[in-house]
Structure formats: structure tokens, C-alpha cells
């Protein structure tokens, strides 16, 4: 409830000194939020993905059990969850201050990035090989798109790591820098994490089904 | 399952061809002229007082929020206006077409809308009114009022701020461009399912509804980022968590609710987007599709987001009562309780919009009663704003009377709702129009709380009151035309007329069809009284003091009227709840800042705007599968963010010398004003 103090001599009116915010902590919360949206998006497609995994949505096509295979889930989930330790490793350089240790680290969690989507292009091409794409049932429909959208996600991951590349080189490790290369590591543990859900549901579940 | 494109398509236009514009339907080619007109007189209005280099460096460019949250709710009221023209034809077609003798010209069997024009108009008018009109509205009453009565001087991230505007009104524009060329959908606002998909809609109607919506909801969930990073981040010294005002309370819930349900929204038009874009199966019928899966996940983002629409009038009443009742609000903690309570129970109701679907007892039965539990928070946020102005000086101003009459329109929409919640009843009024009083007393509610804020407010970022005297000539016709026109609807619907119809089979309704007609009327007065407020206060302007009603509480009143650019000249110290009460009462409420330090703004920037025109030719791109627009407008769009990631510019300083002498004269920082270019900061230190 209000309580009515008084004014004493003491009382302060203006506080000139609050203009000075913490910029990246704002930043890192903004994007924290972002990623609470994110999450939300991830969940209504897993959420459709049980709906639409029933026996009636195959329509006659492939099932869990056959457009998924456990092991070579097991190695997309070890170099993502390299890619996610590479970056780690950057930003342990980053709290040194070393640009060089920066991108090797950015250099090395790209490319085990860039070889995760592949694998993942490289199945998702396969089904569609077989005559087993997306408009083939309703069941493929939600797989292709849950697999497409995480690899979006890894895209634009992979994009943004190149950018930082070329801000780190053109301007070292400004305030701005600092806060994407801190935003984008998040974002790089959660689209592992992201993966690690989409290995257990989809991978091992389906697999067991 | 892929399916064939009808009609022509070819690489350069996609599927847009002549035949695309309606110019044989005199109420669109009418439209369209009177559209016209009035866009050229105001085009040739701004290029006469050569206003245009003001227009694009104070506004269009602008990353100043309540410029954003001023140009927000324009775009809110244009919107709305639209909408209630669809609502004006829906209700004019009703009234003519009953009975198998009604009249029928333009092509219609029975009044004047053929049944596929009748659908859009529907379709048009629930879009429109909830996505860009309410919306909008509100998220511009956020953005100006959020920062000044926490005591900061803008959003947290004002260019992300641009960007959800300019993103909201790509959508809009996409939805009036609808009206010129093409089509708008026919499978109503909600987007019913398997109809919406491309089989049964193989025109471009659906495309535009999705697109618009998408769009708009990327923008919405931008700015609910923004408010919740603000509210967090950005409170003066002193504003503790249970000092925020209330408004501001429930900008938090209500942008929670934004920031989780969008998202939502956003997937289930993405999967009906591939489904009639890439021919994937999940809404259609047949190759296992399942189109009960679109109608839950669309109420999951739809409930929530009624109560994203209802929770801000929420705060403003909180606001308006205390105002005009000189009294402290009762119940501040339960108030702000009752906000989250029904954000979260918001939550777990949305299958309350399909009870006849089949789910079974059980499943209606736990959402009858989460329903119910609505009734509790919104219950005691009633009583609590009776008990505030219980023994209060109660004064009747213009934002009091909208106040008091969203509280009684929200008892009607509220105890409809409770009888809707149970299922036995839900099956007889199932899609019949007593759902659709109920929930339009709800929206009205809506509807209210934004003339109250708009009264309530505008003194302050405009420095003159709206007049009073018009001002209360539109609340009446206003309220009484809501009453003339949803009353009887309840009877109606009660009587078994269902919703969507273009011809009346019963003509025993056709009373209070002409009842409803009637406030129709009263609707039409109360635009007049509207537009007549405008221009009598802006013909007066009749000036306002820093506190324009006398007895404001919070933070905003403590500013210059009108508000000057960077808020305060000095961070307020927060010392109570209601900090300019508690200054009043301390004597302390006339007591300004005397010395200066220099503040650092943010540069204007034109990549929010760019950014929306790029958005827009990427949604016309996508709707008339025009590929080469489309992929230009995105790859442009990346481009412009990832160039726009390289700008050194970090803002200027307003320096002290500066502050001191724009503060003397406050009309010349006031946001309408006209400002000096000030050169911008290339580094700055990280704070």
C-alpha cells in the first residue's frame, strides 16, 4: 500500500546520475526475451508434431521409425554440441581480449555448423528421393518442417558468425561487438538445445516406437 | 497434396493481372475515389506548406516514442474507421435482405453485397478491427505513456521500436490494398479451415489475410520485446516494482502475453502458407492433414490475445479512476494480481472457442471451468475501481464518462461470457450472434478504454485538451449507439440467428434488425462528434499545465505539457507509489530541476521505414507469387539489417546549455515541434 512519508531535508527530487545504462546487459535481456518468442515458435511445431505423428497422418507413407535414424542423429548431436564448445572456447578468448582467439573459435564452430546442415540437408534430400517428401503426408509435412526450421535457425546462426568475423577485424571489441558476439552465443546454446529436443522426440521416440 | 494454380501466371507479374481490379463494382470503385481524393489533398497539402522534409525528419524517420506511439494510434484510427465501414455494410445488408421478397441490386439476390463480397466484408471487418485497429491503438498508448511514468527517456531499444511500427503498417497497407487489387479473404477473420486452403480458395483473398496478419504480428511481438525490456530495464532510480503505476503493470502482462502468443499465431499461419504455397499437408483434407490442429493453435494465440487487447483499458481506467475520484487506487496490489491472474489463466481457456468440436466431457469440462476463473481477477478489478470512487470527489470529465461506461459495457460482455462458458449453453448459441454481442461488448470495452486514454493523455503530448463539450456529444452517441446496436443482437442470437449471414430467411427479426440499423446511425453521429472534437480543439488549443486534469498521480504529469523530446530534463527520484500525489501532498509538486547535465539521445534513422516499404513489396511479392519481387524485397531487408549493423552513428548529446534553454521555452521541444540538426556521436564508450 501507498505509505504517506514525509518529505525531510534529506529527500531527493532529481537523480542526475541514472542516465547511464547498462547497454549490453539491455541487450542481453532483450534477446533473451526474443529467444522466450522463439522458444514458443519451436513449441507449436513440436506440439504439431505430436498431434500429427498419429498413424492416421501418415497416410499410408513412412512413419518415425523409418525417416529416422538414431545414430546419425548421435553424430549431428556431437558436432553441434562441438560447434556450441568451439564458440565457448571464443568467448573465453573474447574475456581475454584476444581477436585471433575470437575467430578461430567463431572459424571452428562455423564449420561444424555448416556440417550439421548439411547432414541434415542431405536427409531430408534422400526422403525426398524415395518419393517420401513433404507433400507426401501430413506426418512428412511437420517432419520437414521441424528439421527446416532448426536448420534455418543454424543458417542464419552461420551468417551472423560471419558478420561478427568482419566486425571484430573492422572494429574490435566495441560495446556494440561485444553484445552481439555475447547475443549470438546464446543464440548458438539454444539452437544446440533446441537440437538436443528434436534428437530425443523425434530421433530417439520415434525410433522406439 | 499439390495442387494446380487457376488462371494465368507468368514470371513478370505473377498472378496479378488487369482483371484483378475491381472496376466494375461501383462500392470498391467509390472507395477508391474517395480514397484517392483524400490521399491527394493531403499529398498536395504537404507538398504546399512544404512539409515534407519535416514529415520525413521528424516522423517518418523518427525513433522517438510517442512519436512512434502518436503515429501508432493514426494508424489505429484509420484502421478502425475502415472497419467500422465493413461493420456499417454488414449491418445495412442485413436489414435489407429479409425475406424471400427483399430487394436486391449490384448483383446480389438479396440486398446489395453478393454472398463472396459479403464474406470479405466480414472477413475484412474482424481482421481489421483486432489486429489493426485495437492493436495498434494500444501499442501506441504503451509506447508514449510506458516510458514517461517510469521515468525514462524512450524504449529501451528505439529503433527495434521503428521497426514494429513501419512492420504493423506493411500489414496495414497490404490489408487497403486489398480492397483496390484483388481480393480479401472469404474464410473469415479467424481463417476457417480446410475452407482458407488452396483447393477451396484458389484466389488471392486468403494470401492477403496471411500476409497482412503475419507482418503485422512480427511488429507486435517486436514491441512487446520492447515494453517488457523497458519496464525492466529502464526505471528511474527509486521505481520499484511496487511503485510502477499501474498502466504500466499491465503493459508488462499484456506484453508477456504478446512476446508468448504471437509467436503462435505466427507458426500456424506459416504451416497454412507452405500448405498453400509448397503443397505440404497439415490443415487439408485427406493425405493425413488435420484441420482441428490449425483451429487450436490459432484460439491459443486468439485467447490470448483478447485478453492482450482488454488488459491496457484495464490500466487506463486504473488510471482515469484514481484521477477523477482524488483518491489513491483502492486495491493497488490486488490490481496488479488480477492482471497477471488473468494473463495466465488467458492461457489455458482457448478451447472454449470450440466446445461443439467434439473434445468431450472431460476436455469442456476443465475449460468451462478455467473460463469461470476469468470472472474472479476481472471481478475484483471491478470492485476495486467502484471502491476507489466510492466517497471520491467524482468529476465527470470526458475520460471519466468513457471510464464508467467500459466498466458497465464490461459487466454485460462479462456476464454473457459466464454464460457462454458453460458448455450445455455453448452448444445452443454456439456461432450464432449472441457470441457475437458478447464478445463486441468486450471489444467495445477495448474500444472505450482507448477514447479514455486518448482524452485522458493527449494534453500531454500535445500541450491543449480536447474539447470537452464534443467530447462528450461523441460518448454519448458513441455509447448509445453500442446499446441500440448489441442489445437487440443478443436477442437475436438468442432467437437462433447465426453469424456471417448475407440474407435474413426469418423476417420476424426483421425489428430489431432495424434496431440494430439504428445504432448504426447513432455510430455514424458519433464519427461526426469525433471529427468535430479534432478540429475544435486543434482551431482553439486551449493551453494545458504540466498537470492538465489537477489531480494526476504519476509520473507523466510531472513533465512538461507538452512533452518535451527527451521526457525529462533531469531522472526523476522516485520516492512513493503515485511519486506526484506524494509530492503534492509534501508541497513539493511545483519543485523543477535547476541545474542540467547532458543527455544522450539516439540519431533518427531511416532503416525502420525502409525496412516496412521492403516488408510490404515482400508480402504483395509472396501474395500475387511474384517471386522475383519477393526475393529482392527479403534479400534487401537482410541487407539493410546486416548494413545497418555496421553504422558508427551512436546517437548525440543534448548538452546542457541546450536543456536549460528549452526548458524556458518547452513549445519549442515539445514533439511537434520542428528540431535543429544536431551532429552525431561516431563512438562512444560502453557504459
Known amino acids: 500500500m501507498a505509505t504517506i512519508a514525509k518529505a525531510g531535508p534529506n529527500t531527493r527530487l532529481w537523480n542526475a546520475e541514472a542516465d547511464e545504462h547498462d547497454t549490453i546487459s539491455t541487450r542481453t535481456f532483450g534477446f533473451w526475451l526474443y529467444m522466450l518468442s522463439d522458444a514458443l515458435i519451436f513449441t507449436s511445431i513440436f506440439a504439431s508434431y505430436a498431434v500429427l505423428s498419429t498413424p492416421m497422418n501418415l497416410a499410408g507413407g513412412p512413419g518415425p521409425a523409418q525417416v529416422t535414424n538414431a545414430v546419425e542423429g548421435f553424430w549431428q548431436t556431437l558436432i553441434i554440441l562441438g560447434s556450441v564448445f568451439a564458440y565457448s572456447q571464443a568467448t573465453v578468448a573474447l574475456k581475454n581480449g584476444s581477436k585471433a582467439g575470437v575467430a578461430a573459435g567463431i572459424l571452428v564452430a562455423m564449420a561444424l555448423g555448416v556440417a550439421f546442415v548439411s547432414m541434415g540437408w542431405h536427409d531430408l534430400a534422400a526422403l525426398t528421393a524415395q518419393g517420401n517428401g513433404y507433400s507426401r503426408s501430413a506426418y512428412l509435412s511437420i517432419f520437414f518442417t521441424l528439421i527446416a526450421t532448426h536448420g534455418l535457425h543454424m543458417g542464419i546462426g552461420i551468417l551472423w558468425m560471419l558478420i561478427m568475423l568482419v566486425q571484430i577485424a573492422r572494429f574490435g571489441f566495441t560495446a556494440d561487438v561485444v553484445a552481439r558476439l555475447l547475443n549470438l552465443r546464446m543464440f548458438w546454446q539454444f539452437q544446440a538445445t533446441i537440437w538436443v529436443l528434436v534428437y530425443v522426440y523425434v530421433y530417439l521416440l520415434g525410433g522406439a516406437a | 497434396m499439390q495442387v494446380d494454380l487457376q488462371g494465368p501466371w507468368s514470371p ?24 484517392a481524393t483524400i490521399g491527394l489533398i493531403v499529398v498536395a497539402a504537404v507538398l504546399y506548406y512544404k512539409k515534407l522534409p519535416y514529415l520525413w525528419r521528424e516522423w517518418l524517420t523518427t525513433v522517438d516514442h510517442k512519436k512512434i506511439g502518436v503515429m501508432y494510434i493514426i494508424l489505429g484510427l484509420v484502421m478502425l474507421f475502415r472497419g467500422f ?20 441490386v449490384l448483383g446480389a439476390q438479396h440486398g446489395f453485397l453478393p454472398p463472396f463480397h459479403f464474406d470479405q466484408v466480414y472477413s ?11 492493436t495498434p491503438i494500444l501499442a501506441g498508448l504503451g509506447n508514449i505513456i510506458v516510458p514517461l511514468q517510469i521515468g525514462a527517456r524512450d524504449m529501451a531499444y528505439p529503433y527495434l521500436n521503428a521497426v514494429s511500427l513501419w512492420l ?18 472469404n474464410a ?55 511503485r510502477l503505476p499501474v498502466f504500466t503493470w499491465v503493459n508488462l502482462s499484456t506484453s508477456i502475453i504478446g512476446l508468448t502468443a504471437f509467436p503462435v499465431l505466427g507458426v500456424a499461419l506459416s504451416l497454412l502458407t507452405a500448405d498453400r504455397y509448397l503443397g505440404t499437408d497439415f490443415f487439408t483434407v485427406g493425405h493425413g492433414g488435420n484441420f482441428m490442429l490449425y483451429i487450436d493453435l490459432f484460439w491459443i494465440w486468439g485467447h490470448p490475445e483478447v485478453y492482450f487487447l482488454i488488459l491496457p483499458p484495464f490500466g487506463v481506467f486504473s488510471e482515469i479512476v484514481p484521477t477523477f475520484s482524488e483518491k489513491p487506487l483502492f486495491g493497488y496490489l490486488t490490481m496488479v494480481a488480477a492482471s497477471f491472474a488473468i494473463a495466465g489463466i488467458g492461457w489455458s481457456v482457448w478451447a472454449h472457442h470450440f466446445f461443439t468440436m467434439g473434445m468431450g466431457p472431460d476436455l469442456n469440462g476443465y475449460f468451462s471451468s478455467a473460463t469461470m476463473l476469468v470472472g474472479i481477477p476481472t471481478g475484483v478489478k471491478i470492485f476495486n475501481w467502484l471502491f476507489t470512487m466510492y466517497r471520491g470527489r467524482i468529476t465527470f470529465t470526458t475520460p471519466m464518462l468513457w471510464a464508467v461506461a467500459g466498466i458497465f459495457l464490461l459487466l454485460f460482455g462479462g456476464f454473457t461470457g459466464m454464460m457462454l462458458s458453460a458448455p450445455a449453453i455453448n452448444y445452443t448459441v454456439h456461432d450464432s450472434v449472441f457470441v457475437i454481442a458478447h464478445f463486441h461488448c468486450m471489444v467495445l470495452v477495448v474500444a472505450t478504454g482507448a477514447f479514455a486514454a486518448v482524452a485522458y493523455w493527449w494534453p500531454k503530448v500535445f500541450g491543449f485538451k480536447l474539447d470537452e463539450h464534443n467530447g462528450k456529444l461523441f460518448f454519448w452517441t458513441f455509447v448509445l449507439g453500442s446499446v441500440v446496436v448489441f442489445v437487440p443482437m443478443f436477442g437475436l442470437g438468442l432467437e437462433g440467428e447465426t453469424r456471417r449471414l448475407d440474407y435474413i430467411f426469418n423476417p420476424q427479426w426483421r ?9 448504426i446511425v447513432l455510430y455514424c453521429i458519433s464519427i461526426f462528434y469525433f471529427l468535430k472534437m479534432i478540429y475544435v480543439s486543434l482551431r482553439d488549443r486551449v493551453p494545458a499545465g504540466d498537470d492538465a486534469w489537477g489531480t494526476g498521480r504519476t509520473l507523466e504529469w510531472m513533465t512538461h505539457t507538452p512533452v518535451p523530446f527527451y521526457n525529462f530534463a533531469v531522472t526523476p527520484q522516485i520516492n512513493a507509489l503515485d511519486e506526484l500525489a506524494w509530492r503534492r501532498e509534501n508541497g513539493l509538486d511545483k519543485v523543477k530541476p535547476e541545474t542540467f547535465v547532458p543527455i544522450h539521445m539516439p540519431s533518427n534513422t531511416a532503416v525502420p521505414v525502409i525496412i516496412g516499404v521492403l516488408a510490404m513489396a515482400f508480402g504483395f511479392g509472396m501474395i500475387w507469387r511474384i517471386w522475383w519481387m519477393a526475393g529482392a524485397a527479403l534479400l534487401a531487408i537482410i541487407v539493410a539489417v546486416i548494413a545497418r549493423s555496421f553504422d558508427k552513428n551512436q546517437g548525440y548529446i543534448l548538452t546542457a546549455e541546450e536543456i536549460a534553454k528549452l526548458e524556458s521555452k518547452t513549445e519549442l521541444a515539445s514533439v511537434i515541434a520542428e528540431q535543429p540538426k544536431r551532429a552525431p556521436l561516431d563512438h562512444v564508450e560502453a557504459h
Open chain 2, 124 to 134: 475484412a471487418h474482424g481482421t481489421i478491427m483486432l489486429i489493426f485497429a485495437a
Open chain 2, 168 to 185: 504493423t503498417t506493411a500489414g496495414a497497407a497490404l490489408i487497403m490494398l486489398s480492397l483496390f487489387v484483388g481480393q480479401f479473404s
Open chain 2, 511 to 519: 425489428p430489431l434488425l432495424i434496431a440494430e440499423e439504428v445504432g
Open chain 2, 188 to 242: 473469415a477473420w479467424v481463417g476457417l479451415m480446410p475452407l482458407a486452403e488452396l483447393p477451396y480458395n484458389p484466389g488471392v483473398g486468403v494470401d492477403y489475410w496471411m500476409w497482412a496478419i503475419q507482418l503485422s504480428s512480427l511488429g507486435t511481438t517486436f514491441n512487446a520485446i520492447n515494453i517488457i525490456a523497458t519496464i525492466v530495464k529502464m526505471r528511474a532510480p527509486g521505481m520499484t516494482w511496487f
Open chain 2, 12 to 35: 513478370l507479374f505473377g498472378r496479378l493481372t488487369l482483371d484483378a481490379i475491381p472496376y466494375d463494382n461501383p462500392i470498391i470503385v467509390g472507395t477508391f475515389l474517395g480514397a
Open chain 2, 85 to 104: 465501414v465493413d461493420g456499417l455494410m454488414m449491418r445495412t445488408q442485413q436489414v435489407i435482405a429479409v425475406g424471400p421478397d427483399s430487394p436486391g
